[in-house]
T-cell receptor, first 114, second 111 residues
Framework: GAGVSQSPSNKVTEKGKDVELRCDPI?????LYWYRQRLGQGLEFLIY????????KSGLPSDRFSAERTGESVSTLTIQRTQQEDSAVYLC????????????FGPGTRLTVL | RKEVEQDPGPFNVPEGATVAFNCTYS??????FFWYRQDCRKEPKLLMS???SGNEDGRFTAQLNRASQYISLLIRDSKLSDSATYLC????????????FGKGTKLSVKP
């Protein structure tokens, strides 16, 4: 079946602009995660959605970052007033449930802030 | 102590070699452990879960030492296709979905 998809695959924006990144999880997966990976660095947890529970937003680096999820489907990560340090690959993952099950990752969105 | 710590490498080994990666974690209450593999400019993919008694999947063997809070991955008979970055992953404390990814150990297998 289809895996996790993300769009756009690449995004170049100017400093100060807002960007919106999209993630379509695997159908039937109740848990959805966003991570950030800077060049040559490890994965940095951003936010976790599990069903209808309140999301775990503890990884969001600032109030410029927000994310929403519609039911158990698509999620969008929004970065307002982008800064150059926001440049990274933003990875979305989904899993069958949040109980430490295998996370399946999308191909990521490569964000470059000029 | 960092939540998940790995030797960044790179490990440069010839084909057929045996190579071992180590990982330490700080949360003594962690219950779930994984090794993920990430190819260059690609997304991470699960390589194997790590069970308390240790487990093997073909050429790959994972071990867990809870007392020392230490996980290992052994790769036997290395193939060129094993070249990748190997990520040690441990569940965190914040929420059930919270997995902590190590920065990874880079492996390069040469002919």
């Amino acid at each position: 079946g289809a895996g996790v998809s993300q769009s756009p695959s690449n995004k170049v924006t100017e400093k100060g602009k807002d960007v919106e990144l999209r993630c379509d999880p695997i159908s039937g997966h109740t848990a959805l995660y966003w991570y950030r990976q800077r060049l040559g660095q490890g994965l940095e947890f951003l936010i976790y959605f599990q069903g209808n529970s309140a999301p775990d937003k503890s990884g969001l680096p600032s109030d410029r970052f927000s994310a929403e999820r519609t039911g158990e489907s698509v999620s969008t990560l929004t970065i307002q007033r982008t800064q150059q340090e926001d440049s990274a690959v933003y990875l979305c993952a989904s899993s069958y449930s949040g109980n430490y099950n295998e996370q399946f990752f999308g191909p990521g969105t490569r964000l470059t802030v000029l | 102590r960092k939540e998940v710590e790995q030797d960044p490498g790179p490990f440069n080994v010839p084909e057929g070699a045996t190579v071992a990666f180590n990982c330490t974690y700080s949360n003594s209450a962690s219950q779930s452990f994984f090794w993920y593999r990430q190819d260059c400019r690609k997304e991470p993919k699960l390589l194997m879960s790590v069970y308390s008694s240790g487990n093997e999947d073909g050429r790959f063997t994972a071990q867990l030492n809870r007392a020392s809070q230490y996980i290992s991955l052994l790769i036997r008979d290395s193939k060129l296709s094993d070249s990748a970055t190997y990520l040690c992953v441990v569940n965190g404390e914040r929420s059930q979905g919270n997995l902590i990814f190590g920065k990874g150990t880079k492996l390069s297998v040469k002919p």
